[in-house]
């Protein structure tokens, strides 16, 4: 590994007011944009995480693919950052902490086989860890319970296989699924261009485990208990697909998906875990405002005594779009806009140690420099949200 020798120039975008920049505290707002001045890189976004002291590390991946990791302060100010060798590539978002250290996983070539990156913010390293041989072209990486995770992978021989990871990071089970038979070249492009379709979860304390993954033409969403044994389907056919789900509590949860050329959101649904259902019976209502080629999701935010659930997508017109409900009722409550001049798009959500809310998302600068966002809302302009 070596450091990175990019210098990056951190631009502050703080909405209209009167504050000194110098003087504000974790809990006030940033907007940060990182560019890079020495060479003309693009980066995609794929994840953030707060670190213990309230900072913030973000994973990337380069124009080329290769992996990209930002450490930034919670004053959104740039600490260190990272780039891996060419060839540890195709990072995945999912980034998990156990104690003091943060992990991800990437794929390592010639033969995309699946590695667990540790990330030591103190000294500044990441190193490969472990390498899971068997289990090449990694798609989804996620949380089932603290210590516990899942792994979604492609075999062109066994088609998709999901994997729960185990504390200490050793794989417990493996279940492959539907063989979904493509060349290298071609599963090497889906999954480049497909990633942010793929993933995977669990609810209910991990008794019901889910993955959007490829099975037969399409992504589908598959349920299993937990111990990876399919118990039910969302199905979907040609470029139908679900774009996100987010557990909202009492066994309900928050979708985002595409059906028949048109965007949809369903901000409370009961899953039907034991049957297969059809992808156009999830209800919810019509997003007419969001640029569906870009990805929509959705948080769970507490603030004081009250948590809302936050859904986010890109607008035709560029910016994010922040939409508050209340946990308790399922109503709208507040809407919010985020952006300008430059195209945003959002790339997660997630609330902060001090009730606030971080927005992570790719801006677009003059047309073409694809660059990292970092937008902090702090709990006190929450509550005037709201």
Same mark, same amino acid.
Not at 60 to 66: C, I, P, Q, R, V
């Given at each position: 590994?070596?450091?990175?020798?990019?210098?990056?120039?951190?631009l502050?975008?703080?909405?209209?007011?009167?504050?000194?920049?110098?003087?504000?505290?974790?809990?006030?707002?940033?907007?940060?944009?990182?560019?890079?001045?020495?060479?003309?890189?693009?980066?995609?976004?794929?994840?953030? =995480? &707060?670190?213990?002291?309230?900072?913030?590390?973000?994973?990337?991946? !380069? @124009?080329? +693919? %290769? *992996?990209?990791?930002?450490?930034?302060?919670?004053?959104?100010?740039?600490?260190?950052?990272?780039?891996l060798?060419?060839?540890?590539?195709?990072?995945?978002?999912?980034?998990?902490?156990?104690?003091?250290?943060?992990?991800?996983?990437?794929?390592?070539?010639?033969?995309?086989?699946?590695?667990?990156?540790?990330?030591?913010?103190?000294?500044?390293? =990441? &190193?490969?860890?472990?390498?899971?041989?068997?289990?090449?072209?990694? !798609? @989804?990486? +996620? %949380? *089932?319970?603290?210590?516990?995770?899942?792994l979604?992978?492609?075999?062109?021989?066994t088609?998709?296989?999901?994997?729960?990871?185990?504390?200490?990071?050793?794989?417990?089970?493996?279940?492959?699924?539907?063989?979904?038979?493509?060349?290298?070249?071609?599963?090497?492009?889906?999954?480049?261009?497909?990633?942010?379709?793929?993933?995977?979860?669990?609810?209910?304390?991990?008794?019901?485990?889910?993955?959007?993954?490829?099975?037969?033409?399409s992504?589908?969403?598959?349920?299993?208990?937990?111990?990876?044994?399919?118990?039910?389907?969302?199905?979907?056919?040609?470029?139908?697909?679900?774009?996100?789900i987010?557990?909202?509590?009492?066994?309900?949860?928050?979708?985002?998906?595409?059906?028949?050329?048109?965007?949809?959101?369903?901000?409370?649904?009961?899953?039907?875990?034991q049957?297969?259902?059809?992808?156009?019976?999830?209800?919810?209502?019509?997003?007419?405002?969001?640029?569906?080629?870009?990805?929509a999701?959705?948080?769970?935010?507490?603030?004081?005594?009250?948590?809302?659930?936050?859904?986010?997508?890109?607008?035709?017109?560029?910016r994010?779009?922040?939409?508050?409900?209340?946990?308790?009722?399922?109503?709208?409550?507040?809407?919010?806009?985020?952006?300008?001049?430059?195209?945003?798009?959002?790339?997660?959500?997630?609330?902060?140690?001090?009730?606030?809310?971080?927005?992570?998302?790719?801006?677009?600068l003059?047309?073409?420099?694809?660059?990292?966002?970092?937008?902090?809302?702090?709990?006190?302009?929450?509550?005037?949200?709201?």
């Amino acid at each position: 590994m070596r450091s990175s020798i990019y210098l990056f120039i951190i631009l502050f975008l703080i909405s209209a007011c009167d504050e000194d920049i110098v003087e504000y505290n974790s809990t006030e707002k940033f907007n940060s944009i990182f560019d890079n001045l020495s060479e003309d890189i693009n980066y995609t976004p794929l994840d953030i =995480i &707060e670190t213990n002291e309230g900072g913030y590390l973000v994973l990337s991946k !380069l @124009a080329n +693919n %290769t *992996i990209f990791v930002l450490k930034v302060s919670n004053r959104g100010d740039f600490q260190w950052s990272r780039q891996l060798e060419p060839q540890y590539v195709d990072p995945i978002a999912g980034l998990v902490q156990q104690g003091d250290k943060y992990y991800f996983i990437a794929a390592t070539n010639p033969n995309a086989t699946s590695t667990l990156f540790e990330i030591n913010d103190l000294e500044q390293k =990441i &190193e490969p860890l472990r390498t899971y041989d068997s289990y090449p072209n990694p !798609l @989804a990486f +996620n %949380t *089932i319970n603290p210590n516990t995770y899942l792994l979604l992978t492609y075999n062109d021989t066994t088609g998709m296989v999901l994997s729960k990871i185990q504390d200490g990071f050793a794989m417990e089970w493996a279940r492959r699924f539907d063989t979904v038979k493509l060349t290298d070249q071609n599963i090497l492009t889906f999954r480049r261009t497909k990633k942010e379709e793929f993933f995977v979860g669990a609810y209910n304390s991990g008794s019901v485990l889910y993955f959007n993954g490829l099975r037969g033409n399409s992504l589908n969403l598959t349920y299993t208990n937990d111990q990876g044994i399919q118990s039910g389907l969302i199905e979907s056919q040609a470029q139908d697909k679900i774009n996100s789900i987010t557990e909202i509590g009492s066994g309900l949860l928050a979708i985002n998906y595409f059906y028949n050329n048109q965007s949809y959101f369903v901000n409370s649904y009961s899953p039907i875990v034991q049957d297969t259902v059809e992808i156009e019976f999830l209800g919810g209502g019509n997003v007419r405002d969001r640029l569906s080629i870009q990805k929509a999701t959705s948080a769970v935010i507490p603030v004081g005594n009250s948590e809302y659930l936050v859904n986010a997508y890109t607008t035709l017109d560029g910016r994010i779009k922040l939409n508050f409900y209340d946990q308790n009722s399922g109503d709208l409550v507040a809407i919010k806009y985020i952006g300008g001049i430059d195209p945003l798009a959002v790339v997660k959500i997630a609330p902060t140690q001090d009730e606030g809310m971080i927005i992570l998302s790719k801006i677009t600068l003059a047309g073409t420099k694809e660059r990292i966002n970092i937008f902090k809302i702090p709990k006190e302009e929450i509550l005037e949200i709201l």
